[in-house]
Protein backbone atom coordinates (compact mmCIF):
# COMPACT_ATOMS: atom_id res chain seq x y z
CA UNK A 1 0.00 0.00 0.00
CA UNK A 2 3.26 2.36 0.46
CA UNK A 3 2.74 3.02 -3.23
CA UNK A 4 -0.57 3.32 -3.87
CA UNK A 5 -1.87 7.39 -5.27
CA UNK A 6 -5.00 8.31 -5.77
CA UNK A 7 -6.11 11.15 -8.40
CA UNK A 8 -9.04 13.64 -8.95
CA UNK A 9 -10.44 14.43 -12.16
CA UNK A 10 -13.68 16.88 -13.08
CA UNK A 11 -15.54 13.42 -13.09
CA UNK A 12 -13.63 10.61 -11.11
CA UNK A 13 -11.77 9.71 -8.40
CA UNK A 14 -9.35 6.56 -9.05
CA UNK A 15 -6.59 4.71 -7.44
CA UNK A 16 -3.93 3.18 -8.58
CA UNK A 17 -1.65 0.42 -6.94
CA UNK A 18 1.84 1.84 -7.92
CA UNK A 19 4.97 0.35 -9.21
CA UNK A 20 4.79 -2.12 -11.06
CA UNK A 21 2.02 -2.69 -12.37
CA UNK A 22 0.17 0.73 -11.64
CA UNK A 23 -3.14 -1.32 -11.46
CA UNK A 24 -6.75 0.50 -11.04
CA UNK A 25 -8.47 -0.87 -8.28
CA UNK A 26 -12.04 -0.48 -8.28
CA UNK A 27 -12.41 0.98 -4.56
CA UNK A 28 -15.95 2.35 -3.60
CA UNK A 29 -14.96 6.04 -4.28
CA UNK A 30 -15.06 5.77 -7.75
CA UNK A 31 -18.59 4.95 -8.19
CA UNK A 32 -20.42 8.31 -7.56
CA UNK A 33 -23.60 10.25 -8.66
CA UNK A 34 -22.92 13.50 -8.09
CA UNK A 35 -19.48 15.60 -8.64
CA UNK A 36 -16.97 15.45 -6.07
CA UNK A 37 -16.33 19.30 -4.35
CA UNK A 38 -13.57 18.08 -2.27
CA UNK A 39 -11.45 14.47 -1.47
CA UNK A 40 -8.71 14.30 1.50
CA UNK A 41 -6.71 11.18 2.24
CA UNK A 42 -5.84 10.96 6.40
CA UNK A 43 -2.28 11.57 6.74
CA UNK A 44 -1.84 8.08 8.47
CA UNK A 45 -3.52 6.76 5.15
CA UNK A 46 -6.92 4.74 6.98
CA UNK A 47 -9.25 6.95 5.78
CA UNK A 48 -10.14 8.63 2.46
CA UNK A 49 -13.28 11.22 2.74
CA UNK A 50 -15.28 12.43 -0.39
CA UNK A 51 -17.78 15.79 -0.28
CA UNK A 52 -20.52 16.12 -2.65
CA UNK A 53 -23.51 18.93 -2.72
CA UNK A 54 -25.67 16.90 -0.13
CA UNK A 55 -22.91 14.36 1.90
CA UNK A 56 -19.25 13.48 2.95
CA UNK A 57 -18.52 9.94 2.38
CA UNK A 58 -15.43 8.16 4.29
CA UNK A 59 -14.13 5.12 3.21
CA UNK A 60 -11.31 2.52 4.57
CA UNK A 61 -9.67 -0.29 3.65
CA UNK A 62 -7.03 -1.61 1.55
CA UNK A 63 -7.99 -0.46 -1.19
CA UNK A 64 -10.84 1.74 0.00
CA UNK A 65 -13.66 -0.37 -0.74
CA UNK A 66 -15.27 -0.23 2.52
CA UNK A 67 -17.74 3.03 2.71
CA UNK A 68 -17.00 3.33 6.51
CA UNK A 69 -19.77 6.25 7.14
CA UNK A 70 -21.81 8.64 5.24
CA UNK A 71 -22.64 12.38 7.01
CA UNK A 72 -25.79 13.56 5.33
CA UNK A 73 -24.66 17.22 5.39
CA UNK A 74 -24.83 20.06 2.54
CA UNK A 75 -22.24 21.94 1.06
CA UNK A 76 -19.27 20.68 2.32
CA UNK A 77 -16.19 22.62 1.22
CA UNK A 78 -13.66 21.92 3.01
CA UNK A 79 -12.16 18.55 4.62
CA UNK A 80 -9.31 18.50 7.29
CA UNK A 81 -8.11 14.94 9.28
CA UNK A 82 -5.84 15.72 12.56
CA UNK A 83 -2.69 14.64 12.74
CA UNK A 84 -3.44 10.75 13.52
CA UNK A 85 -6.07 10.74 11.60
CA UNK A 86 -8.37 10.12 14.75
CA UNK A 87 -10.18 13.04 13.96
CA UNK A 88 -12.39 14.52 10.41
CA UNK A 89 -13.36 18.27 10.46
CA UNK A 90 -15.78 19.56 7.68
CA UNK A 91 -16.40 22.95 6.84
CA UNK A 92 -19.53 23.90 5.62
CA UNK A 93 -20.50 26.86 3.06
CA UNK A 94 -22.36 29.33 6.29
CA UNK A 95 -26.12 29.78 6.01
CA UNK A 96 -27.81 32.49 4.84
CA UNK A 97 -30.56 32.05 6.57
CA UNK A 98 -29.48 30.66 10.12
CA UNK A 99 -27.03 33.16 11.67
CA UNK A 100 -26.49 30.62 14.39
CA UNK A 101 -25.43 27.75 12.25
CA UNK A 102 -22.34 25.91 13.48
CA UNK A 103 -20.95 24.93 10.08
CA UNK A 104 -17.70 23.64 11.53
CA UNK A 105 -18.24 19.88 12.94
CA UNK A 106 -15.27 17.49 14.34
CA UNK A 107 -16.24 13.94 13.85
CA UNK A 108 -14.40 11.05 15.51
CA UNK A 109 -13.19 8.06 13.24
CA UNK A 110 -11.08 5.64 15.59
CA UNK A 111 -13.82 3.78 16.53
CA UNK A 112 -16.06 0.67 15.26
CA UNK A 113 -19.50 2.07 13.66
CA UNK A 114 -22.70 0.22 13.56
CA UNK A 115 -24.90 -0.03 10.68
CA UNK A 116 -28.00 2.12 11.88
CA UNK A 117 -26.34 4.40 14.34
CA UNK A 118 -26.95 8.24 14.06
CA UNK A 119 -23.93 9.95 13.71
CA UNK A 120 -23.33 12.82 16.07
CA UNK A 121 -20.18 15.30 15.87
CA UNK A 122 -18.16 15.26 19.07
CA UNK A 123 -17.78 19.07 18.78
CA UNK A 124 -19.50 22.38 16.47
CA UNK A 125 -18.88 25.47 16.19
CA UNK A 126 -19.33 28.58 13.96
CA UNK A 127 -16.41 30.09 11.66
CA UNK A 128 -17.52 31.51 8.72
CA UNK A 129 -14.34 32.83 6.68
CA UNK A 130 -12.69 29.08 4.86
CA UNK A 131 -8.97 30.51 6.05
CA UNK A 132 -7.72 29.42 9.38
CA UNK A 133 -10.74 27.65 10.27
CA UNK A 134 -9.29 24.09 11.65
CA UNK A 135 -8.71 23.16 15.10
CA UNK A 136 -5.10 21.91 15.53
CA UNK A 137 -4.19 18.54 17.52
CA UNK A 138 -0.91 17.56 18.33
CA UNK A 139 0.87 14.78 17.09
CA UNK A 140 -1.34 11.81 18.79
CA UNK A 141 -4.55 13.54 18.81
CA UNK A 142 -4.09 14.02 22.43
CA UNK A 143 -4.69 17.76 22.71
CA UNK A 144 -6.86 19.75 21.03
CA UNK A 145 -5.98 23.59 20.21
CA UNK A 146 -8.72 26.52 19.46
CA UNK A 147 -8.30 30.09 18.56
CA UNK A 148 -10.53 32.32 20.98
CA UNK A 149 -11.02 35.82 20.85
CA UNK A 150 -8.06 37.24 23.27
CA UNK A 151 -6.90 33.50 23.84
CA UNK A 152 -5.74 30.40 22.79
CA UNK A 153 -7.50 27.05 24.89
CA UNK A 154 -6.26 23.75 24.71
CA UNK A 155 -8.05 20.75 26.00
CA UNK A 156 -6.60 16.96 26.40
CA UNK A 157 -8.41 14.43 25.64
CA UNK A 158 -7.33 11.31 27.42
CA UNK A 159 -10.33 10.08 28.40
CA UNK A 160 -11.35 6.31 26.69
CA UNK A 161 -14.23 7.85 24.29
CA UNK A 162 -12.03 10.54 23.12
CA UNK A 163 -14.00 13.42 23.10
CA UNK A 164 -13.35 15.82 25.44
CA UNK A 165 -13.74 18.85 23.60
CA UNK A 166 -14.80 20.92 26.82
CA UNK A 167 -13.26 24.60 25.72
CA UNK A 168 -15.01 25.91 28.69
CA UNK A 169 -12.75 24.38 31.04
CA UNK A 170 -9.17 24.52 28.98
CA UNK A 171 -6.39 22.56 30.30
CA UNK A 172 -4.01 25.17 29.52
CA UNK A 173 -4.79 28.84 28.06
CA UNK A 174 -2.16 31.26 26.10
CA UNK A 175 -3.17 34.62 25.50
CA UNK A 176 -2.96 36.52 22.73
CA UNK A 177 -1.76 39.24 24.19
CA UNK A 178 1.02 37.53 26.17
CA UNK A 179 4.05 39.38 25.28
CA UNK A 180 2.17 43.13 24.52
CA UNK A 181 -1.32 43.96 25.48
CA UNK A 182 -1.31 46.25 22.23
CA UNK A 183 0.50 43.49 19.90
CA UNK A 184 -2.21 40.19 19.66
CA UNK A 185 0.13 37.29 18.54
CA UNK A 186 -1.46 36.28 14.70
CA UNK A 187 -0.27 33.03 14.09
CA UNK A 188 0.37 29.85 16.24
CA UNK A 189 1.33 26.14 15.52
CA UNK A 190 2.01 23.50 17.92
CA UNK A 191 4.85 21.29 17.24
CA UNK A 192 4.44 17.65 16.27
CA UNK A 193 6.70 16.36 19.05
CA UNK A 194 5.52 13.73 21.67
CA UNK A 195 5.67 16.26 24.18
CA UNK A 196 4.14 19.27 22.04
CA UNK A 197 5.10 22.87 22.40
CA UNK A 198 3.30 26.33 20.67
CA UNK A 199 5.05 28.96 18.32
CA UNK A 200 3.59 32.09 18.20
CA UNK A 201 4.35 35.30 15.92
CA UNK A 202 3.52 38.56 16.84
CA UNK A 203 3.91 41.06 13.71
CA UNK A 204 5.33 44.39 13.65
CA UNK A 205 3.16 47.20 14.91
CA UNK A 206 3.31 51.10 16.07
CA UNK A 207 7.52 50.98 15.96
CA UNK A 208 7.43 47.51 18.32
CA UNK A 209 9.60 44.77 16.82
CA UNK A 210 7.80 41.62 15.74
CA UNK A 211 8.25 38.70 18.31
CA UNK A 212 8.61 34.65 17.42
CA UNK A 213 7.70 32.81 20.73
CA UNK A 214 8.05 29.26 21.87
CA UNK A 215 5.80 27.85 25.18
CA UNK A 216 5.47 25.00 27.07
CA UNK A 217 2.20 23.49 27.33
CA UNK A 218 1.29 23.36 31.25
CA UNK A 219 -1.79 22.97 32.84
CA UNK A 220 -3.63 26.62 33.61
CA UNK A 221 -2.34 29.47 32.37
CA UNK A 222 0.58 29.28 30.30
CA UNK A 223 3.64 31.63 31.41
CA UNK A 224 7.34 29.23 30.35
CA UNK A 225 8.75 30.57 27.44
CA UNK A 226 11.50 27.87 26.02
CA UNK A 227 12.69 30.83 23.40
CA UNK A 228 12.42 34.00 21.69
CA UNK A 229 13.53 36.27 19.15
CA UNK A 230 12.54 39.81 18.38
CA UNK A 231 13.07 41.68 14.76
CA UNK A 232 11.81 44.15 12.85
CA UNK A 233 10.31 44.11 8.67
CA UNK A 234 7.80 41.40 9.65
CA UNK A 235 4.05 41.60 8.67
CA UNK A 236 3.34 38.14 8.44
CA UNK A 237 4.90 34.95 8.68
CA UNK A 238 5.16 31.23 8.00
CA UNK A 239 6.48 28.91 9.89
CA UNK A 240 7.57 24.89 9.99
CA UNK A 241 8.28 22.69 12.72
CA UNK A 242 11.14 20.22 12.02
CA UNK A 243 10.11 16.50 12.42
CA UNK A 244 11.35 16.01 15.93
CA UNK A 245 9.63 19.08 17.26
CA UNK A 246 12.56 20.82 19.07
CA UNK A 247 13.06 23.91 16.46
CA UNK A 248 10.95 25.75 13.61
CA UNK A 249 11.78 27.86 11.05
CA UNK A 250 9.98 31.14 10.34
CA UNK A 251 10.09 33.18 6.91
CA UNK A 252 9.02 37.02 7.92
CA UNK A 253 7.23 39.07 5.18
CA UNK A 254 6.58 42.05 4.78
CA UNK A 255 3.96 43.77 2.79
CA UNK A 256 6.17 46.34 0.90
CA UNK A 257 9.82 45.97 0.02
CA UNK A 258 11.22 50.01 1.55
CA UNK A 259 13.81 49.70 -1.08
CA UNK A 260 11.44 48.62 -3.81
CA UNK A 261 13.70 45.87 -5.15
CA UNK A 262 10.61 43.45 -5.41
CA UNK A 263 6.94 43.58 -5.69
CA UNK A 264 6.44 40.83 -3.18
CA UNK A 265 7.85 42.44 0.15
CA UNK A 266 11.01 41.50 1.85
CA UNK A 267 11.62 38.24 3.49
CA UNK A 268 13.88 36.87 6.25
CA UNK A 269 14.39 33.69 7.53
CA UNK A 270 14.61 33.00 11.51
CA UNK A 271 15.24 29.48 13.28
CA UNK A 272 14.74 29.05 17.24
CA UNK A 273 15.72 25.28 18.74
CA UNK A 274 16.00 23.90 22.02
CA UNK A 275 17.35 20.84 23.54
CA UNK A 276 15.73 18.66 25.69
CA UNK A 277 11.89 18.34 27.12
CA UNK A 278 10.58 22.39 27.48
CA UNK A 279 14.01 23.47 26.40
CA UNK A 280 15.77 21.72 29.57
CA UNK A 281 19.27 22.15 27.93
CA UNK A 282 19.14 25.26 26.52
CA UNK A 283 17.88 27.22 23.43
CA UNK A 284 19.30 28.96 20.19
CA UNK A 285 17.42 32.27 18.43
CA UNK A 286 19.12 33.16 15.08
CA UNK A 287 18.50 35.06 11.72
CA UNK A 288 20.08 32.62 8.95
CA UNK A 289 22.01 34.50 6.57
CA UNK A 290 20.57 34.35 2.99
CA UNK A 291 21.13 35.36 -0.53
CA UNK A 292 20.07 38.97 -1.08
CA UNK A 293 16.69 38.45 -2.66
CA UNK A 294 13.18 36.16 -2.20
CA UNK A 295 12.79 33.07 -0.16
CA UNK A 296 11.50 30.72 -2.47
CA UNK A 297 11.54 27.50 -0.59
CA UNK A 298 12.77 26.03 2.60
CA UNK A 299 12.51 22.37 4.06
CA UNK A 300 13.64 20.61 6.55
CA UNK A 301 15.90 16.94 6.48
CA UNK A 302 13.57 14.13 8.32
CA UNK A 303 16.29 13.51 10.32
CA UNK A 304 15.31 16.54 12.29
CA UNK A 305 19.20 17.75 11.88
CA UNK A 306 19.25 20.19 8.89
CA UNK A 307 17.21 22.20 6.90
CA UNK A 308 18.20 23.47 3.28
CA UNK A 309 16.93 26.97 1.58
CA UNK A 310 16.17 28.14 -1.87
CA UNK A 311 16.90 32.04 -1.52
CA UNK A 312 18.36 35.18 -3.93
CA UNK A 313 17.38 36.38 -7.41
CA UNK A 314 17.79 33.90 -10.23
CA UNK A 315 20.18 32.32 -10.86
CA UNK A 316 19.03 31.57 -6.74
CA UNK A 317 21.65 29.94 -4.03
CA UNK A 318 21.11 26.61 -2.87
CA UNK A 319 22.34 26.37 0.48
CA UNK A 320 21.70 23.52 3.91
CA UNK A 321 22.21 24.40 7.41
CA UNK A 322 22.63 22.84 10.83
CA UNK A 323 20.59 23.16 14.27
CA UNK A 324 22.47 26.64 14.97
CA UNK A 325 22.37 28.54 11.47
CA UNK A 326 25.39 27.48 9.84
CA UNK A 327 26.04 26.80 6.68
CA UNK A 328 26.90 23.24 6.51
CA UNK A 329 27.13 23.06 2.34
CA UNK A 330 26.42 25.20 -0.35
CA UNK A 331 25.52 24.26 -3.97
CA UNK A 332 26.31 26.35 -7.15
CA UNK A 333 24.20 28.70 -8.43
CA UNK A 334 20.98 27.59 -10.02
CA UNK A 335 17.70 28.09 -11.41
CA UNK A 336 15.46 26.04 -8.94
CA UNK A 337 12.71 27.32 -6.53
CA UNK A 338 11.97 23.64 -4.95
CA UNK A 339 13.46 21.31 -2.21
CA UNK A 340 12.26 18.29 -1.03
CA UNK A 341 14.08 15.65 0.93
CA UNK A 342 13.46 11.66 0.51
CA UNK A 343 11.26 10.42 3.60
CA UNK A 344 14.78 9.11 5.23
CA UNK A 345 17.09 12.48 4.67
CA UNK A 346 19.12 10.29 2.03
CA UNK A 347 18.55 12.37 -1.36
CA UNK A 348 17.43 15.14 -2.22
CA UNK A 349 14.90 16.67 -4.35
CA UNK A 350 16.04 20.06 -6.15
CA UNK A 351 13.88 21.42 -8.83
CA UNK A 352 12.70 24.67 -10.95
CA UNK A 353 8.84 24.80 -11.17
CA UNK A 354 6.05 27.02 -12.48
CA UNK A 355 7.41 29.99 -14.25
CA UNK A 356 10.99 27.54 -14.94
CA UNK A 357 11.53 25.38 -17.05
CA UNK A 358 11.31 22.04 -15.12
CA UNK A 359 14.90 21.03 -14.50
CA UNK A 360 15.07 18.33 -11.35
CA UNK A 361 18.17 17.62 -9.49
CA UNK A 362 18.93 14.46 -7.07
CA UNK A 363 21.35 14.55 -4.68
CA UNK A 364 22.99 12.24 -2.58
CA UNK A 365 23.13 13.21 0.79
CA UNK A 366 25.30 10.75 1.99
CA UNK A 367 27.65 11.36 -1.10
CA UNK A 368 28.61 15.19 0.11
CA UNK A 369 25.30 16.56 -1.72
CA UNK A 370 26.78 14.84 -4.92
CA UNK A 371 24.62 14.90 -8.05
CA UNK A 372 23.02 11.55 -8.89
CA UNK A 373 20.80 12.25 -11.91
CA UNK A 374 18.91 15.16 -13.83
CA UNK A 375 15.98 14.94 -15.66
CA UNK A 376 13.09 17.20 -16.53
CA UNK A 377 9.88 17.66 -15.38
CA UNK A 378 8.41 20.66 -17.66
CA UNK A 379 5.30 22.25 -16.50
CA UNK A 380 4.96 20.73 -12.83
CA UNK A 381 2.56 22.12 -10.47
CA UNK A 382 2.60 19.03 -7.95
CA UNK A 383 5.90 17.52 -7.00
CA UNK A 384 5.51 14.47 -3.81
CA UNK A 385 8.29 11.75 -2.85
CA UNK A 386 6.72 8.26 -2.33
CA UNK A 387 6.35 6.97 1.40
CA UNK A 388 9.18 4.41 0.55
CA UNK A 389 11.39 7.42 -1.19
CA UNK A 390 11.44 5.14 -4.17
CA UNK A 391 9.37 6.94 -6.13
CA UNK A 392 8.72 10.69 -7.36
CA UNK A 393 5.21 11.69 -8.10
CA UNK A 394 4.73 15.29 -10.51
CA UNK A 395 1.86 16.52 -12.18
CA UNK A 396 0.04 19.39 -14.22
CA UNK A 397 -3.06 20.12 -12.48
CA UNK A 398 -6.18 22.16 -13.25
CA UNK A 399 -6.63 25.17 -12.22
CA UNK A 400 -2.59 25.90 -11.98
CA UNK A 401 -2.57 25.04 -15.86
CA UNK A 402 -5.58 23.70 -18.07
CA UNK A 403 -3.70 21.96 -21.22
CA UNK A 404 -1.61 18.82 -20.58
CA UNK A 405 -2.94 17.65 -17.72
CA UNK A 406 -0.87 14.79 -16.45
CA UNK A 407 0.56 12.42 -14.02
CA UNK A 408 4.01 11.34 -14.16
CA UNK A 409 5.88 8.77 -11.86
CA UNK A 410 9.54 8.83 -11.69
CA UNK A 411 11.97 6.24 -10.14
CA UNK A 412 14.95 8.19 -7.75
CA UNK A 413 17.16 7.26 -11.10
CA UNK A 414 15.14 9.83 -13.04
CA UNK A 415 13.52 6.77 -15.18
CA UNK A 416 9.81 7.70 -16.30
CA UNK A 417 8.10 4.42 -15.22
CA UNK A 418 4.37 5.55 -15.23
CA UNK A 419 2.34 8.46 -17.19
CA UNK A 420 -1.16 9.40 -17.79
CA UNK A 421 -2.53 12.32 -19.32
CA UNK A 422 -6.11 13.47 -18.87
CA UNK A 423 -8.49 16.23 -20.50
CA UNK A 424 -8.58 17.80 -16.53
CA UNK A 425 -6.60 16.93 -13.65
CA UNK A 426 -7.73 18.56 -10.51
CA UNK A 427 -5.53 16.76 -7.38
CA UNK A 428 -2.83 13.78 -7.15
CA UNK A 429 -1.67 12.62 -3.64
CA UNK A 430 0.12 9.19 -2.23
CA UNK A 431 -1.22 7.13 0.58
CA UNK A 432 1.08 6.52 3.70
CA UNK A 433 1.01 3.29 5.13
CA UNK A 434 -0.60 3.03 8.80
CA UNK A 435 2.35 3.27 11.59
CA UNK A 436 0.18 1.38 14.58
CA UNK A 437 -1.48 -1.94 15.08
CA UNK A 438 -5.11 -1.92 14.07
CA UNK A 439 -7.65 -4.14 14.94
CA UNK A 440 -8.42 -7.25 12.61
CA UNK A 441 -11.51 -6.85 12.05
CA UNK A 442 -11.77 -3.09 11.92
CA UNK A 443 -8.64 -2.18 10.39
CA UNK A 444 -9.16 1.80 10.92
CA UNK A 445 -8.75 0.95 14.42
CA UNK A 446 -6.14 1.99 16.17
CA UNK A 447 -5.55 -0.57 18.88
CA UNK A 448 -1.95 0.14 20.20
CA UNK A 449 -0.08 3.58 19.69
CA UNK A 450 3.42 2.10 19.56
CA UNK A 451 4.88 3.03 16.23
CA UNK A 452 5.31 -0.31 14.32
CA UNK A 453 9.10 0.17 13.36
CA UNK A 454 10.15 0.96 9.75
CA UNK A 455 10.82 -2.57 7.51
CA UNK A 456 13.46 -2.23 4.38
CA UNK A 457 10.15 -2.17 2.55
CA UNK A 458 8.99 1.10 4.27
CA UNK A 459 11.62 3.23 3.61
CA UNK A 460 13.33 2.19 0.31
CA UNK A 461 16.23 4.43 -0.78
CA UNK A 462 17.97 2.32 -3.67
CA UNK A 463 21.56 2.64 -4.51
CA UNK A 464 20.66 4.38 -8.07
CA UNK A 465 23.46 1.91 -10.23
CA UNK A 466 21.91 -1.19 -9.27
CA UNK A 467 18.30 0.21 -9.50
CA UNK A 468 18.59 0.90 -13.24
CA UNK A 469 18.95 -3.12 -14.28
CA UNK A 470 15.98 -4.03 -12.89
CA UNK A 471 14.10 -1.21 -13.30
CA UNK A 472 10.41 -2.07 -15.15
CA UNK A 473 8.96 0.60 -17.17
CA UNK A 474 5.21 0.15 -17.39
CA UNK A 475 3.70 0.42 -20.90
CA UNK A 476 1.98 4.19 -20.69
CA UNK A 477 5.73 5.62 -19.82
CA UNK A 478 6.85 3.86 -22.90
CA UNK A 479 4.00 5.52 -24.98
CA UNK A 480 4.25 9.40 -23.24
CA UNK A 481 7.95 9.46 -24.18
CA UNK A 482 7.45 8.11 -27.79
CA UNK A 483 4.44 11.02 -27.90
CA UNK A 484 6.32 13.31 -26.42
CA UNK A 485 10.04 12.46 -27.19
CA UNK A 486 12.84 14.18 -24.88
CA UNK A 487 14.49 17.52 -26.01
CA UNK A 488 17.44 16.86 -24.29
CA UNK A 489 19.20 13.65 -22.46
CA UNK A 490 18.95 12.45 -19.06
CA UNK A 491 22.55 13.35 -17.41
CA UNK A 492 24.13 12.39 -13.73
CA UNK A 493 26.41 15.22 -13.44
CA UNK A 494 25.76 19.11 -12.80
CA UNK A 495 26.50 20.09 -16.95
CA UNK A 496 22.82 20.43 -17.67
CA UNK A 497 22.32 22.66 -14.26
CA UNK A 498 25.09 24.55 -15.30
CA UNK A 499 23.69 25.73 -18.44
CA UNK A 500 20.30 25.69 -17.27
CA UNK A 501 21.40 28.60 -14.94
CA UNK A 502 22.01 30.75 -18.14
CA UNK A 503 19.03 29.83 -19.59
CA UNK A 504 16.23 32.03 -21.04
CA UNK A 505 13.38 31.49 -18.40
CA UNK A 506 13.48 31.81 -14.93
CA UNK A 507 11.53 33.48 -12.01
CA UNK A 508 10.31 37.09 -11.46
CA UNK A 509 13.65 39.68 -12.04
CA UNK A 510 12.96 43.04 -10.22
CA UNK A 511 13.93 46.15 -12.56
CA UNK A 512 17.21 46.67 -11.13
CA UNK A 513 18.50 42.57 -11.07
CA UNK A 514 17.45 42.65 -14.91
CA UNK A 515 19.62 45.47 -15.61
CA UNK A 516 22.19 44.00 -13.46
CA UNK A 517 22.23 40.92 -15.56
CA UNK A 518 22.33 42.69 -19.04
CA UNK A 519 25.63 44.16 -17.74
CA UNK A 520 26.60 41.10 -16.93
CA UNK A 521 26.13 39.58 -20.32
CA UNK A 522 27.74 42.85 -21.91
CA UNK A 523 31.13 42.12 -20.16
CA UNK A 524 31.33 38.44 -21.62
CA UNK A 525 31.93 39.95 -25.09
CA UNK A 526 34.93 42.08 -25.49
CA UNK A 527 34.29 46.14 -26.14
CA UNK A 528 30.23 44.84 -26.31
CA UNK A 529 27.81 47.53 -24.87
CA UNK A 530 24.08 48.35 -25.22
CA UNK A 531 24.61 50.64 -28.49
CA UNK A 532 26.03 47.34 -29.98
CA UNK A 533 23.02 45.81 -29.57
CA UNK A 534 21.53 47.71 -32.44
CA UNK A 535 22.58 47.36 -36.16
CA UNK A 536 24.59 50.92 -37.05
CA UNK A 537 24.82 51.28 -40.85
CA UNK A 538 28.61 52.35 -41.92
CA UNK A 539 30.42 51.92 -38.28
CA UNK A 540 33.75 50.63 -39.43
CA UNK A 541 35.61 49.57 -36.16
CA UNK A 542 38.36 47.87 -36.20
CA UNK A 543 38.27 43.80 -35.26
CA UNK A 544 34.62 44.73 -35.02
CA UNK A 545 32.05 42.58 -37.54
CA UNK A 546 28.77 44.14 -37.66
CA UNK A 547 26.30 42.51 -39.99
CA UNK A 548 23.03 44.53 -41.38
CA UNK A 549 19.68 42.83 -41.57
CA UNK A 550 17.32 43.52 -44.56
CA UNK A 551 14.95 45.12 -42.93
CA UNK A 552 17.55 47.37 -41.72
CA UNK A 553 18.82 47.92 -45.40
CA UNK A 554 15.62 48.29 -47.00
CA UNK A 555 14.54 51.21 -44.36
CA UNK A 556 17.82 53.22 -45.33
CA UNK A 557 17.31 52.51 -48.70
CA UNK A 558 13.90 53.69 -48.42
CA UNK A 559 15.62 57.47 -46.25
CA UNK A 560 18.10 57.09 -49.42
CA UNK A 561 15.79 57.81 -51.72
CA UNK A 562 13.63 60.07 -49.40
CA UNK A 563 16.83 62.10 -49.14
CA UNK A 564 17.15 62.61 -53.15
CA UNK A 565 13.96 63.79 -53.69
CA UNK A 566 14.48 66.83 -51.37
CA UNK A 567 17.11 69.15 -52.38
CA UNK A 568 16.65 70.90 -49.01
CA UNK A 569 17.53 67.86 -46.62
CA UNK A 570 20.88 67.71 -45.34
CA UNK A 571 22.74 64.75 -44.98
CA UNK A 572 21.17 62.64 -42.13
CA UNK A 573 21.62 59.24 -41.25
CA UNK A 574 19.07 57.51 -39.29
CA UNK A 575 20.15 54.27 -37.60
CA UNK A 576 17.58 51.74 -37.64
CA UNK A 577 16.43 50.92 -34.34
CA UNK A 578 14.56 47.26 -34.46
CA UNK A 579 17.30 45.54 -35.72
CA UNK A 580 19.85 43.40 -33.93
CA UNK A 581 23.53 42.29 -35.03
CA UNK A 582 25.81 40.11 -34.34
CA UNK A 583 28.56 42.35 -31.97
CA UNK A 584 31.49 39.86 -31.42
CA UNK A 585 34.96 40.75 -31.64
CA UNK A 586 36.62 38.93 -33.98
CA UNK A 587 40.26 40.14 -32.81
CA UNK A 588 39.12 39.13 -28.99
CA UNK A 589 40.78 42.00 -27.67
CA UNK A 590 38.88 45.12 -25.74
CA UNK A 591 37.42 48.10 -27.41
CA UNK A 592 39.64 51.15 -27.84
CA UNK A 593 38.35 54.52 -25.85
CA UNK A 594 38.12 56.15 -28.81
CA UNK A 595 35.58 52.96 -29.87
CA UNK A 596 34.02 53.30 -26.50
CA UNK A 597 33.41 56.96 -27.30
CA UNK A 598 31.74 56.54 -30.96
CA UNK A 599 29.20 54.22 -29.41
CA UNK A 600 28.10 56.56 -27.17
CA UNK A 601 27.68 59.64 -29.74
CA UNK A 602 25.99 56.77 -32.02
CA UNK A 603 23.30 55.99 -29.26
CA UNK A 604 22.86 59.50 -28.17
CA UNK A 605 21.83 60.11 -31.88
CA UNK A 606 19.78 57.15 -32.10
CA UNK A 607 17.89 59.06 -29.69
CA UNK A 608 17.70 61.85 -31.13
CA UNK A 609 16.31 60.39 -34.20
CA UNK A 610 13.54 58.65 -32.23
CA UNK A 611 12.19 62.08 -30.58
CA UNK A 612 12.49 63.91 -34.37
CA UNK A 613 10.10 61.25 -35.75
CA UNK A 614 7.85 61.98 -32.71
CA UNK A 615 7.98 65.26 -33.42
CA UNK A 616 7.07 65.44 -36.84
CA UNK A 617 4.26 63.08 -35.80
CA UNK A 618 2.70 65.94 -33.86
CA UNK A 619 3.26 64.31 -30.88
CA UNK A 620 4.37 67.66 -28.48
CA UNK A 621 7.81 67.09 -26.58
CA UNK A 622 8.87 68.13 -23.37
CA UNK A 623 11.58 71.48 -23.10
CA UNK A 624 14.60 69.11 -22.14
CA UNK A 625 13.56 66.79 -25.26
CA UNK A 626 13.56 69.82 -27.36
CA UNK A 627 16.99 71.10 -26.59
CA UNK A 628 18.37 67.52 -26.42
CA UNK A 629 17.24 67.71 -30.45
CA UNK A 630 19.30 70.71 -30.54
CA UNK A 631 22.76 68.91 -30.12
CA UNK A 632 22.61 66.58 -32.94
CA UNK A 633 25.14 68.92 -34.86
CA UNK A 634 27.50 68.77 -31.79
CA UNK A 635 27.72 64.81 -31.97
CA UNK A 636 28.08 64.82 -35.54
CA UNK A 637 31.35 67.22 -35.36
CA UNK A 638 32.36 64.93 -32.86
CA UNK A 639 31.78 61.69 -34.66
CA UNK A 640 33.61 63.46 -37.47
CA UNK A 641 36.61 64.27 -35.40
CA UNK A 642 37.35 60.83 -34.01
CA UNK A 643 36.90 59.66 -37.81
CA UNK A 644 34.03 57.87 -38.19
CA UNK A 645 32.26 58.18 -41.57
CA UNK A 646 28.81 57.51 -41.97
CA UNK A 647 27.18 56.16 -45.31
CA UNK A 648 25.49 58.05 -47.50
Not at 618 to 645: C, M, N, P, Y
Request: charged fraction near 25%; glycine fraction near 6%; include cysteine.
Amino acid sequence: MSSQFFLKTNKDIELFQGYPDFNQSNSAANAKDDQVISSVISPCGRFFSISTKHKVTVFSGPLLEVELLTLNIDDVYDIQFSPSGNYMSTWERPSAKDADHKNVKVWYLNRVFEGDEEQVPVFQYQHKPQNSWFMQFSKLDDYALKMFKNEIRIVKINDETKTNFHFDQPFATLSKTQENDSQPFSTYQVSPADHPTICTFTPEKSGKPAQLSIWSITEGKITKKIASKTFFKADSCQLQWNPQGNAVLCVATTDFDSSNKSYYGENTLYLLSFQGVNGAVGNNSVRVSLAKGPVHDFAWSPTSRQFGVISGYMPATIQFFDLRGNVVHSLEKQPKNTIQFSPSGSYILIAGFGNLQGSVQILDRHDKFKSVVVFDAANTSVCKWSPGGEFIMTATTSPRLRVDNCVKIWHVSGNLVFAKEFDELLKVDWRNTCKYKTLKDHPHVIKDWTPIPDTADSKLDPKIANAKKELVIHASAKEYEEKHPKKTSKSNGTAQAKSGSSGGGGAYKPPHARRAAAVANNKSIPGAGPALQKTIPGLTIPGMQVKESAAANKNRRRRANKKSNSEDSEASPKPPTNSVASTSDASGKEASPEEKKIRSLLKKLRAIETLKEKQASGEKLQDLQVKKIETEHQFRQELSALGWKGEE
